[in-house]
């Protein structure tokens, strides 16, 4: 497979956005509008003809190329002959190990929080705020951070710098000591993390072809699941022996293990340069790419389905631990807290495992949207009945009851939401998938602080947790609608 630099192109958001009956905003037109916009500036600074080239560097019909491109096409020809050096196996097994060990680190904070608000007197509701902080912190990271690094540097860069930096923001939680910087360290360590994921999806570009592209999506679902029954399982195991703050540290080195194993091995591509940035836009280019991007009907699409899904795992993921003990001390202590909310990884991991490999298999759109349809309804049911559960008796049963609702809701939400979404950037976005999942997580990200800032004050007040249970039923409800629709729409090519 050739590689090409992720610019904008004929391939970018938008031949691949539109169907033959569901026309976007011209937005094939992208490409051409990019080039005439650098090209108008070039000529601005007296720039001459003298620098066309040969498309393809032999001969045939001459086309003017950017400044940049003729240098990164003479290093493309240069670098092909490289071969990757690991087998397909070690490659995906090292895909899997720096994506959960950054979604370990990243995340560390979640299985801590109970301990943490134990020391620090804080309310349900206050955390519950922190998590809105850590939300908002990557809305904030996707919108003026995620994928550009990804774009500007090359995936393997950006991953092995976003580790270290991930690195240092552990070692300064373990320093934390009000709500106040805790909330700070949350932010911005949710800031530094939204190139992670960007820099995945263009390592499954590169490195799976576009028929086989919902594999790679779903090996990337399982895989920060596998780091999140890592980060709740073991950093919970080690509460046992050591106090929050040393489990702080021990993900530092986790770290810094992770930065070097992807500085190491990972390539961005399986043919050409381990690094291949890709251009710079200017100001007048990210505002067409903005301004095609929101103004196309799929992308807000994209965003309202997903945003559906995202509150409903971004809740549970940040509050399971605290909501397990604080609904039950007596059963569940601190630790116990922390490996008992791994129910929820391990729902989703079952889900993204078996029904991502039926998912895979079905040959109709409709089939496809039936199926991520009626499992978020599944989920939406679950949540209704962890809000009975609330009325239930403080027992071991009643506890054991709380966990398999738990695991249904999670093995509802799975599949739904990693694997139309991870398809839809590379689909839509093309080259330029890196900067569409970074703006397509912002907005979901902006969608799940709003709805746990609405979630704190039921929770502090007289619905408690119960009342938020309601809350995330109804929205499951309407994710379930959503979710339909868009699935549809991003396997609109399969028969129906």
Request: charge should be positive; charged fraction near 15%; include cysteine.
């Amino acid at each position: 497979m050739t590689t090409s630099r992720r610019r904008l192109n004929a391939f970018s958001p938008l031949t691949m956005a539109s169907s033959d009956d569901d026309k976007q905003p011209a937005v094939a037109d992208l490409d051409a509008d990019t080039q005439k916009l650098r090209r108008d500036d070039r000529q601005s600074q007296g720039d001459s003809d003298s620098g066309d080239v040969n498309n393809d560097g032999r001969g045939g019909d001459r086309t003017r190329l950017l400044p940049g491109e003729q240098t990164h096409r003479r290093v493309e020809h240069r670098d092909d002959i490289k071969s990757d050096p690991l087998p397909p196996f070690a490659r995906q097994a090292l895909f899997f190990f720096t994506y959960a060990g950054y979604y370990a680190v990243s995340t560390v904070s979640g299985p801590l929080l109970p301990s943490i608000a134990a020391e620090m007197s804080l309310t349900a509701g206050q955390t519950v705020s922190v998590a809105a902080t850590q939300t908002m912190g990557q809305a904030a990271g996707k919108v003026l951070f995620g994928g550009w690094p990804v774009d500007l540097c090359g995936a393997r860069r950006t991953l092995f710098w976003t580790m270290l930096g991930l690195g240092v923001l552990a070692v300064a939680l373990s320093r934390a000591d009000s709500e106040r910087s805790l909330s700070a360290v949350a932010f911005l360590t949710e800031f530094l993390a939204t190139s992670v994921y960007p820099a995945h999806v263009v390592f499954v570009r590169g490195w799976w072809p576009a028929s086989r592209q919902a594999d790679g999506f779903r090996l990337l679902g399982l895989t920060s699941r596998a780091g999140d029954l890592l980060c709740k399982v073991v950093w919970g195991q080690l509460l046992v022996f050591l106090a929050w703050r040393q489990v702080s540290l021990a993900a530092a080195t986790l770290a810094l293990l992770t930065a070097f194993v992807a500085f190491r091995y990972h390539r961005d591509a399986s043919q050409g340069p381990a690094d291949q940035p890709g251009a710079a836009l200017s100001l007048r280019e990210l505002w067409l790419v903005l301004h095609r991007m929101f103004s196309s009907g799929y992308f807000l699409l994209a965003i309202v389905s997903t945003s559906s899904l995202y509150v409903l795992k971004q809740t549970c993921e940040r509050l399971l631990p605290v909501y397990l003990h604080d609904s039950d001390p007596e059963h569940v202590s601190l630790s116990a807290a922390a490996q008992l909310s791994a129910v929820w990884s391990a729902g989703l991991a079952t889900s993204i495992l078996v029904g991502g490999h039926y998912f895979g298999r079905l040959k109709s759109a409709t089939a496809k949207a039936n199926l991520a349809a009626a499992t978020t309804a599944v989920s939406a049911l679950a949540f209704f009945l962890l809000a009975l559960c609330e009325t239930l008796p403080k027992t071991q049963a009643t506890l054991v009851l709380k966990l398999a609702v738990i695991f249904t809701a999670a093995a509802g939400v799975g599949l739904s939401y990693y694997i139309p979404s991870g398809v839809f950037a590379v689909r839509f976005g093309g080259t330029n998938a890196g900067v569409v999942s970074a703006y397509l997580d912002a907005a979901t990200a902006v969608v799940a602080a709003l709805f746990l800032a609405v979630l704190r004050p039921v929770v502090d007040g007289s619905g408690g947790w119960q009342g938020g249970w309601l809350l995330m039923g109804a929205s499951g409800c309407l994710a379930s609608a959503l979710i339909w629709v868009f699935v549809r729409r991003v396997f609109h090519d399969e028969p129906s």
